[in-house]
């Protein structure tokens, strides 16, 4: 019964999915080849470089060390589930290109599914503590920089956008009077 | 005219793309696509002397597994070799599948095609091949020497090539000279490393005999052009599509890897579509490196500190095979006199093959390891001289008003190297304010007295960029008004799709995110040379900046006729052509792109109307196409440089060394940088920042650890140490602009900028901060701790 | 780097992981967080033929549990969990500082405290802790339940003193006591890797002075200890201690080299690192 498949349940970004999987096959392969979700990149299957980085029941995670058998029945959180629906992007996704935190783009999604948990926050943490939430995430083109702005941005970006949207509001009711 | 792109550090139209998780790379294709995996010796060098497919073939799930004695034709024969040279005398490229020898670990024996990658790596697995051990050459120094172990069976020694040059009479100004010093400087392999490894997609369509390949390479042109030759394909049956690069550095871009061949290869055989993503186990041993190099320098000098004449030899180490020349050496030779003005030079170089994976520029290409001779022989002739080391690299620079200047040495396009502007001393001071050179002098008198290791390393550098031999754009204005340019050098995150569509904007008034660059598609454009030594921007920015011009020139015809206005009276603003000073009249863009095409049919409204006024627009002529035009508004043109243009830049590195861990801290990293005009400077400065990153890692955490049987014993991310965010300081970064006379956005390449120097830097620093010279690259706490403690070494 | 095939299984209860053991031995591997088996599967440097996965046992609990003596962590209490609980932070406060040091916030939210125990990895920090401060670990089989002694769990590089037949149901950390103290110190390349060389500091009240316990990482097949005799606090501080530190650590470790350090290095930093350390947990600590 080695090659045999079985069938999972797995809550991806919100939605029941049922897959039948080898038990050998990787989340990060079950998730690009099997679901479609090919946000999720695979840099070096074997947890150092962090591109594969995606939420098990809220908590950053690689999931090329996640046999997705053995998560039967987790939620998960890619980075397709950010934006929203309409298109527009997630302040921290907003923040990324804002602050020039990309380059060749492979590394992102890890970076952003690891900052998920905790970007509100991030502007109030030192230079140092930021680096070290981020150590374990791999860029090999930006040297960081761009990216340390993007997430500490994050919130000033989230304010920036609830501040129009409420004098966007002001001012329609205004025009309804 | 509205606010003027270039210069602007506009946003990046392809970020939204890649934010959302849509990017699609060569994985993200195909997801039916069968499994491929490669079996690679794992000897440095061996006879095969027998290989048994038979387990492996019976495996179910198994579609094919293929040696050597399976190819035929070309194909049996030893892959192409990418840049000849007549110095190159003894040429080795490999088989796309290795026929009776091996010659490094990691290269490819046999490969397997399966339902799935799991699978096929299950039958990688179960194939048994009979290795006859050959002596191995290994390390680069001990390779070149007589008697060494060859690292080909059938040469006699390991020298491929070797090119000496002079200018001047080295041997006359060194005798002459008043201060001779003789160094030894080695600097180790380093490589790529991109996060996406490299990876092939290829639908062999056995119907209409045409291959479609997704390759993740930096160079779509040149691997298809080849891939029709191999396969007596028609070059318009056979497209090769670069989709989005996860990285590439240079390391993507030769023409061909094996994988390439035989990913194709195995589709058309099977009649299936055949995927395969390199993992990162193999990409350490089966994507090419670079770097390793020895120099033995012999410099004159004056009690001034000039240095009169230079006589440098070196060994460059090939890898296992060649098929890039001796571009990396001549890159190496040609921009070791950097900034300085050097009356005698001389060089001889000689290139090696080891039993290592083979080699091929990566970002730097050459110049890294040129830098750093340099600049440790600037430090160590000022140290010697006791002068100051930013006073020495002043008398030393070539002046403002030299340019253009001829450096007497030929570069690697065949040509002369002659800097076309540059202004190295205004940069040094630009830096050494920024630093502030005093203070920093201050603190280090102070560290010093408290006890603690510190130091500053400067390096200076002249980048060729912008290398022949041309680019192209085919550009289209499309009816609704939006502008496609297709380009033919691929993208690996260097912002194109925004810097090119800046270019646009500017000329023909067309916001930023209103044009669509696509680059790397041969289907979309058939000729161009791809995106490696910093040319991108240069090339293929000058090749759109005419397409542009061109259309520009058509659509105002057409907008001529339509309005019945002389072309001088147009302007191109907002996605509109009109007339001056009078902004309402006027005709849309993409109005003209209909007029332009003269059907019998209008599609929709925008159509209607367009199709009265180009009844107007063609009123006067006999025909609906006057003479003399084309239909549609596009252009193809293309671009080549006279001559490579010459960034420059000083960095600067303030370390500190842990005496209780040996380790290394870089408090400051100061960049001065030129790379001409500025198209995007939020590009620019990540370019640098990022180039900067490799520089240190290569410096002092990436180390490839071969041992005497030339197998690699690090080959994975837990033990090569590419830094993460903890490792890497925020630069802080200054710029000026000296624009190049040599094209006409005035610009030059900047995409390797940031890497060159730091290995210089840092060595320069750690020498500083120890007092030690140090003249071997890489560094790392384990080295420090031996030159700090000899005596406890061992 | 895919795995290799493997026949799955799924228990749901300690007694069916037993069972399964009793059944397959020597032939299986427990997986628990994944974050040092899956890598070695993904490099078929592992290739069990039956995979038994504890992450579906029911009603395990993923906090670690408060008792008389002990702090105890079943087979299911990630490291996350430890690194964010209270009982952790004041009761077994070096473990508490030495998560840290474990890898990444995106491995740790995985990888279990039993599964870095039963790793027995000799450059980790959690065996380090463990034999620092005399934990012991539960090794259960169809047999029956045994607890063994950190001195006696770690046998060599990836080997424990479990049989075929035996998993890890728990690991116990004692909880701290009067007076004690506590220090972590490694240096590692980057943040988050497997460190050159660490030292786990357990300084307890002896007599009107304290004594030290330091358990090294890094420098041996398995966690290296040094017993640093009792004394009054101000010696740990006074220069001399250096020296006396110094010879301990010649005397007794016996570090190899690797790529990234020789024998000589290590022992450089064991000095170094171990001299903070005890300082840092005498002064931690209160003689009685
Ligand atoms: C990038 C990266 C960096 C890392 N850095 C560090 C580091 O700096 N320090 C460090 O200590 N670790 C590090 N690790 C390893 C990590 O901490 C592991 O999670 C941990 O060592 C093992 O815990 P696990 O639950 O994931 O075990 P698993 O990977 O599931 O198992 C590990 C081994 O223990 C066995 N096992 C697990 N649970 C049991 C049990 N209950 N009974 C019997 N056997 C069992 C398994 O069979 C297997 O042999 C790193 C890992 C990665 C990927
Ligand atoms: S691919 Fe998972 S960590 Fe690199
Ligand atoms: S943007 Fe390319 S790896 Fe990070």
Known sequence: MTGDKMRISLTVNGETREVDVEPRWLLSDVLRHELGLTGTHVGCEHGVCGCCTVLIDGGPARSCLALAVSVDGAEITTVESLAAEDGQLHPLQESFQKHHGLQCGFCTPGFLMTAMPFWENAEDMSDDELRKEISGQLCRCTGYSGILASIHGAAAVARERERSDSSRRIAEQDVDQ | MTTKMFGAPVQRNEDPRFLTGKGRYVDDFESGAYGAAFLRSDFGHAKILEIDVAAALALDGVYGVYTHADLEGVLSEPLPLLIPNPNLFAPRTQYALAKEEVCYVGEVVAMVVAKDRYIAEDAAGMIFVDYEPLPVASDLEGASQVGAPVAHSDMDDNVNGRVAEEKGDVDGAISAATHVFEWRFEIERAAAMPMETRGVVADYDTRTESLLMYDSTQAPTGVRGGLAQLFGLDPDNVHVVAPDVGGGFGMKVIQFYPEEVMVAWASRKLGHVVKWIEDRREDFVGSNHERGQVHHVKVGADDEGHILAMDVKFINDAGAYCSYGLIIPIVTAAQMQGPYKIKNFRYEFRNIFTNKVPTSPYRGAGRPQAVYVMERVMDRVAGELGIDRTEIRRRNFIGPDEFPYEVGVMWQDGGNVVYDSGDYEKGLDVLLEALDYPAFLADQKKAREEGRLLGLGIGCYVEGTGIGPYEGALIKILNDGSVTVAIAVGTQGQGHETVFAQIVSDELGVPVDRIKIVSGDTRRLGYGVGTFASRSAVVAGNAVLKAAQTVKRKAAEVASRSLEVSVEDLVFADGRVHVEGAPDVGVPLGQLAIISNPLRYAFGKDSEEAVLLAQRAYAGSDRPLPEGTSPGLEATEFFSPKAGVFAFGTHAAVVEIDRDTCNLKILRYVVHHDCGKVINPMIVDGQVQGGVAQGIGGAFYEKFEYDEEAQLTNATFMDFLIPYATEIPTLELHHTETPSPLNPLGIKGVGEAGTIPGAAVIANAVSDALGQPVDKMPLSPLILFEMMHPSLDG | ?288
């Open chain 3, 1 to 288: 780097m895919k795995p290799p095939r493997f026949e799955y299984h799924r228990p749901s209860s300690r007694d069916e992981v037993a069972a399964l053991l009793a059944q397959h031995g020597d032939e299986s591997k427990i997986l628990a967080g994944g974050q040092s088996l899956v890598p070695m599967l993904n490099f078929r440097l592992a290739h069990p033929d039956h995979l038994v996965d504890i992450n579906h046992l029911e009603g395990e609990a993923s906090e670690p549990e408060l008792g008389d003596r002990w702090v105890t962590f079943g087979p299911l209490v990630r490291h996350v969990a430890a690194e964010r609980s209270l009982v952790v932070e004041e009761e077994v406060p070096l473990l508490f500082e030495a998560l840290r040091f474990v890898a990444h916030p995106a491995i740790r939210t995985r990888g279990t405290i039993v599964g870095s125990i039963a790793h027995s990895d000799p450059a980790a920090e959690i065996p380090a802790v463990l034999t620092a401060l005399g934990g012991e670990i539960v090794a259960r089989s169809a047999r029956g339940e045994r607890t063994i002694h950190s001195d006696d769990c770690f046998v060599g590089p990836l080997i424990n003193a479990l049989k075929h037949d035996e998993w890890m149901e728990a690991v116990r950390f004692p909880r701290r006591a009067e007076g004690e103290g506590f220090a972590f110190e490694e240096f590692s390349r980057r943040s988050g890797d497997y460190a050159l060389c660490g030292v786990a500091a357990a300084a307890r009240p002896s007599g009107s002075g304290m004594n030290v316990t330091l358990a090294y990482l890094g420098v041996g097949v398995t966690p290296q200890t040094i017993e640093v005799s009792a004394r009054p606090v101000s010696e740990y501080q006074h220069p001399s201690f250096f020296g006396e530190l110094e010879g301990l650590v010649h005397a007794e470790l016996r570090p190899y080299d690797d790529i990234h350090a020789t024998g000589a290095y290590k022992r450089f930093l064991a000095v170094r690192l171990g001299v903070k350390a005890a300082r840092r947990a005498v002064s931690m600590g209160e003689p009685a």
